[in-house]
């Protein structure tokens, strides 16, 4: 910690990802969007890369749940007949997915009602966990999170998910321009596009802290450091 014009400021990982204030985001683990059978694997596309992380925010999840660390599951949301998206979002879906749609309509997916919006078993919500649905790449945008964040005492997010250059990166982003401390998960996040992945996990890395999720759990198992600060 250090202080700067009187402020204290946390800035080693003990201090960040205290579980006292921190709260663990698990963004938009559902089947359309890393599953083969989801929309997206079932166009083709690439989804080995989360195939990798999913054992390891697995392993981030479960230790949350064991060492009290608030657990946040964002859930991507499109309701039907398009009632959320504005004809601008809807440009945006045509030029996100250029290279994985057919024809000129825009890509339908995590619909409620259906097995694509749901999150991945593993990774599921248990108990009262708290689940924060959103309509934008953000999961503040639109949404109660700062509201469930504050109301728990929470500085500190760890961001975990995909899509590492969409919905994490927007996620990170927002949570920092919201005053909270950001700490990226750096092997618990995933895309289905290896060139955007590494561009955005240089981006982060020069703008958040980041440590691998068998560091982030070390803290949480009890670290004296975390305990005491």
């Not at 749940?65 to 991507?76: A, M």
């Not at 007949?81 to 997915?97: C, E, K, V």
């Not at 339908?108 to 924060?132: C, H, K, M, N, S």
């Not at 504050?150 to 975990?160: A, C, D, F, H, L």
Request: charged share 20%; hydrophobic share 40%.
């Amino acid at each position: 910690m250090i202080i700067v014009e009187g402020k204290q400021v946390y800035t080693e990982l003990e201090e960040l990802v205290n579980p006292v204030h921190t709260a663990l985001l698990v963004v938009d683990m559902q089947r359309d969007f890393i599953e083969p059978d989801g929309v997206f694997g079932l166009m083709g596309v690439d989804v080995s890369m989360y195939r990798r992380s999913r054992p390891r925010l697995h392993e981030l999840l479960t230790s949350a749940r064991e060492n009290s660390v608030l657990v946040v599951h964002i859930q991507n949301t499109s309701l039907p007949g398009r009632a959320s998206d504005s004809p601008a979002q809807i440009r945006f879906n045509l030029r996100m997915h250029a290279d994985a749609r057919s024809g000129t309509q825009p890509l339908t997916y995590t619909r409620p009602g259906t097995p694509g919006f749901e999150i991945v078993d593993e990774l599921a919500p248990v108990g009262d966990e708290l689940v924060v649905r959103k309509y934008r790449s953000s999961a503040f945008w639109g949404t109660n999170l700062d509201l469930l964040l504050r109301s728990n005492g929470i500085e500190t997010v760890v961001v975990t998910g995909c899509t590492t250059e969409g919905c994490v990166e927007s996620t990170a982003r927002d949570a920092m321009f919201a005053s909270y401390y950001v700490v990226l998960a750096e092997d618990c996040v995933a895309s289905d596009d290896p060139a955007q992945h590494d561009a955005s996990m240089l981006l982060m890395r020069h703008r958040f802290d980041t440590a691998t999720e068998a560091k982030i759990r070390t803290v949480w198992a009890g670290s004296p450091a975390a305990l005491t600060s």
